[in-house]
């Protein structure tokens, strides 16, 4: 069914955009006449994005094509991606809870998805969820449909609804998917708390000594000067500081933003980024934190992947891709390439170095039960407990040495102030 844009005046005056599928504009028309909107300009989706298309052929001909030897995209195109729509994935977890309980509740699926439209406020949640409600009716599956829009549905998603439709059991598997995001959701909410608040403290306090070094200091400083007296050496070291901050700041700043260029340029490349989550897994402080996090999500997404009917081997290549840690995910393909060969899972998973004994001999006995699902729900939830104690921790611990480093640096600018003046006022 055609998908129309359209603007149009509300009862009480008001410009509105939206969309909306009939068979032909003179249909999409009535239906917004009935809900008492007055169309000012109508257009098909696929026609406009044709036109467009067709218009920009011979511009892009022209300027875009590539050089001899050279490959599109680049830095530029990864970071145009980065602007494309997408989803939160709690905003994903509630909408796929509803589909589950609209489906379980004896609704089509074609109607479940239309009431799904009609009550999402993201219009480009709601134009994907249009063309997967088009492509449904037209005869595809519903797994079929959403792969097609891959910024919005995972592969770990997808193929999780391929196996609830070949189970038969789709509404279950809807149930799985939004328990787990519900709980990536949460576990990545608790990260970014423990990382947002030290991170937060050290701006602000950094920018106050800023302020101090550049803006107060050197007014003090000057009047000390001018008196021609000798001075401590803490207040000559405060000085040297200070006009290497006044004088320097500028090319400091510019130095930091190369620094965060070069970074994201090795984190872009396969080897960089391996390196750099390798390190991330090392660090003193954080490196346990971001360790604990990704065996969770590993155990987690394993779990409920089994738990939706697919292999053990299918269920690591999506793991694999979801983890998000290039290490992990070296870890998970040689896992893998491993059972290919006939071992089991747990023998390589406590030869990798990356998970603690305990994960590989809990999946030992989870295998040799038959309970493996049952047994990585438990290492989930291990270790999601373990990432709220080491998050109080770590919050109880950082604060009061952030407060300890910050005394201390104000302390010694207060202190290479004063004793210039309290020898002044003795020689007085």
Do not use: C
Not at 290 to 319: C, E, N, W, Y
């Amino acid at each position: 069914m055609p998908i129309f844009e359209y603007k149009a005046l509300t009862s009480n005056g008001r410009t509105k955009k939206g969309i909306v599928d009939a068979d032909t504009a003179r249909d999409a028309r009535s239906k917004l006449r009935n809900d008492h909107m007055h169309v000012t300009e109508m257009w098909e989706v696929a026609d406009r994005k044709q036109t467009k298309k067709d218009k920009s052929v011979s511009k892009r001909t022209r300027k875009t094509t590539p050089a001899k030897g050279k490959k599109p995209g680049g830095i530029l195109s990864k970071e145009i991606e980065i602007f494309q729509p997408t989803i939160s994935t709690r905003d994903l977890a509630t909408f796929t809870r509803q589909f589950a309980t609209l489906l379980r509740s004896g609704i089509q699926l074609a109607d479940a998805l239309n009431a799904l439209v009609e009550q999402t406020g993201d219009s480009n949640f709601e134009r994907v969820l249009r063309n997967v409600k088009e492509e449904i009716t037209s005869g595809n599956n519903l797994a079929e449909a959403m792969a097609k829009h891959p910024r919005f549905f995972s592969d770990l998603y997808v193929n999780m609804i391929r196996a609830g439709e070949a189970s038969g059991h789709l509404d279950i598997v809807l149930t799985r998917i939004a328990d787990y995001l519900q709980k990536e959701a949460s576990v990545k909410g608790k990260v970014l708390a423990a990382i947002t608040y030290p991170a937060i403290m050290v701006v602000v306090g950094l920018a106050v000594v800023l302020f101090l070094m550049t803006y107060v200091v050197p007014k003090i400083t000057q009047i000390l000067k001018d008196r021609g007296q000798p001075l401590p050496w803490i207040t000559e070291l405060l000085m040297g500081i200070s006009d290497f901050t006044k004088d320097y700041w500028l090319y400091v700043l510019f130095a930091f933003v190369i620094g965060i260029i070069f970074l994201k340029g090795m984190i872009g490349t396969d080897a960089g980024r391996l390196k750099f989550d390798s390190l991330k897994l090392r660090l003193p402080i954080f490196g346990n934190l971001f360790s604990k996090q990704a065996i969770s999500r590993f155990a987690m997404t394993f779990s409920t992947l089994l738990k939706s009917g697919l292999p053990a081997l299918d269920s690591l290549k999506i793991v694999a891709l979801v983890v998000n840690n290039a290490k992990l995910t070296q870890v998970i393909n040689d896992i893998h390439a491993r059972i290919i060969e006939g071992a089991d899972i747990a023998t390589p998973i406590r030869k990798s170095k990356v998970f603690p004994p305990m994960v590989g001999y809990m999946v030992s006995v989870g295998e040799q039960s038959g309970q493996l699902e049952e047994i990585l729900d438990r290492i989930a939830e291990s270790y999601e407990e373990e990432l709220d104690l080491s998050i109080q921790r770590l919050t109880a611990m950082i604060e009061p040495i952030i407060i300890i480093l910050l005394a201390v640096v104000v302390g010694f600018i207060i202190a290479a102030v004063l004793l210039p003046l309290l020898d002044f006022s003795a020689m007085g």
